[in-house]
């Protein structure tokens, strides 16, 4: 199995189509909208709480104007969606594109603009009021999404051609005005290329896209009938076109308005006449047996999360949504998870509600429950509305059986987008940490300055590194023995640095570093670890040898702050350790010239008796020239030398460097010894201690000071 597969043919497709740039934006345009979603699918289901007195009771406590504000909730939200995610696909887009740099720099802003406009030259109302539906969430998004999706890739193509970029020097220096005026041909391209689009639907009488959408989507209904094909058909039909983005209920209300309803009513009416019901397929049985949620039963869905899923930014989302969802409002969910063109979810999506559909209409032709003849509003929560349209608890109980069902189908698909996510999310943690150990991209910042993925994990990284300095447990300390072969005893301890994320779990030291140095808070990070390390020393004074020392790592960034030594000398002093029991690691790096003030402070706090170690040695800028410029007490040979300790070159350059060590009479210690093979090939050299798995990993400071104990020759 590659690094990048699954090894399952159906998981790795769906990772690939999930990873295509138009999923990509659809799924990003939707999640920044979701902001307004939120707020409207609460609003919906405060103005439609399924509850009669509960509504009398909020107009008598709020009063007259509280329905009008709530109504202008609902049209500053749900019924601009659809523009504002026409916006946010072309932003997405066009970021996408700048963070692939296959386009000169596009602003996301201007392709946002350019996206509107096309919207408006394509569906342009005709009449007033009909402009209101292509806004909407419930009837604009389908056909806003793929306006968005066209503009873009047509906008970004054209920006490609040099051959129609504007000489720079039409825009002055402004940068902005810079990038802009380049692609401005390729934006009024774009937007004539909408506008004959629009005269040629006009021309051929198509010009209402909504209306013609509507037309052609009902065509298959049109024969009508109760039969199970015609249940299933329309309930999967919903489902797809929901996939897509398109409300599907409304989409196919023509159906409902023509069939469902007055299925309702002819049941209601033989009820009244005291005559069998004759249909089984009306509005109230798709809303109670398998819209519960909301489409797609996405209350099945939400279960499935809570027992199943690991995500707890999703659980997060789910637990947010949960109130909406009871009273079958499921836009947070099909926005923020998202549903919503998410190949992850398509077969569930699609079956669920199918696959209850037959379960229902069993249960109605074998008697189970009655046919549907009770009239109950659609946000009334589940169980309750199978009660209310069955008139029995037999109601309830098929509807916790299409629950389960849906759970049970649901379930395997959230483990699956749980390891996609996973996946994804350590991939971009993985190039964070190559960040965090390269040279820095812009004013010397390693991870903030990131483009894509990177940069926007990075921020969010660096934001909760600011939160967890502040409150003691996420970031703390371990300690990794130093032991001599010789001896048998543990001459030392590595201080290292563990973040235990709330999220994302254990974050690499490196990275952790690298934040704290592009955020400024090095020098906290700096000292924690000094004065925590200094404490846990002097704590274990008494129980391990006296000349045990306590390595800490130092970063060069730390060094250039001339406070550095003073605080090297307050914690030893706060602790009272005498200056030997401290050894500083610094990885040599370019970043402390010789002759630098770096190098003066080490050298002074080396001549003051605090012990110094060249931390990696072998990799990087490390020479043995490096040594003498270097207030050195030890030398730690890096993990890549002694992993290939077989090849004849890297002995040589290690028994040079023991030789020379030992002349000036610096300590060695060999760094990531993980089998007996190394250790025997360093100890055949003459190395005596050494530091690594084999010996020990790096233990909390309880199981470290018995690892001492338990080695005292
Ligand atoms: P380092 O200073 O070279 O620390 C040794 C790293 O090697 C540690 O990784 C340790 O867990 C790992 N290691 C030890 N023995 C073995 C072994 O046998 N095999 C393998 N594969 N690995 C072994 P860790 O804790 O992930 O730290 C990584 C780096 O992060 C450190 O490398 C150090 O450069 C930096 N770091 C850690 N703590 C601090 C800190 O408090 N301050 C600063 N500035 N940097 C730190
Ligand atoms: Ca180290
Ligand atoms: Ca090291």
Redesign the pocket.
Known sequence: MSASSFGYPLIDLIDRLSAQPVCIAVRRGLIIVLPLVLVGAFMIMLANIPYEPAQLAIDRALGPTWRQVCKNLIDGTFSIASLALLCAIGGVSAAHANQKRQTPYVSPIMMATVTLSCFFVLIAPLKSGIGDTAFSLSSGLLLAMCIALATSSIFLRLSRCSWLHLPVEMAGNDPVARDVFTLIPASIITILFFGLIRAALVALDMANLHELSERILVHPFSKGGDSLGFGVLYSMASQVLWFFGAHGPNMLFAVENDILIPAALTNMNAIASGTAPPFIFTKMFFDAYTRMGGSGCTLALCLAIFLRGKDRGVKKLCLFALLPTLCNVNEPLLFGIPLVLNPVYFIPFILVPAVQTVIAYTATVTGFIPPTSTDIAWTTPALMSGYIVSGSINGPILQAVNLLVGLLIYMPFVVISDAIREKRSKQVMQNLFTAANGGGVSDNRKCLGQPGEVGRLANALAGDLTRALDEPGQIY??Y?PQFNNETGRVTGV?????WNHPAYGNI???IT?ALAEDTGNIDR??RF?LEEACRRRAAWSGFVDADMIMC????PV?LQNPKFSGYVWNALSDASLKPGQLEL?I?ESSMIKPESSALEMLRSLHTDGIRVAI??FGMGYASLRYLRAFPVSTV?I??SLTEHIDNNINQQIVRSVLELNQSLGISTVV????NRKQLNSFTSMGFSTF????FS??LCAKACLAYINANRG
């Open positions: 300390l371990v990794q590595e201080a290292l640095l563990r690499a030291p490196p570093v990070l700096g670890v800490i790592n130092v970063s730390q690691e990885t931390d990696d730690k890096d993990r760094e990531g010894v993980e530091q690594g798995y084999f990993r790096p």
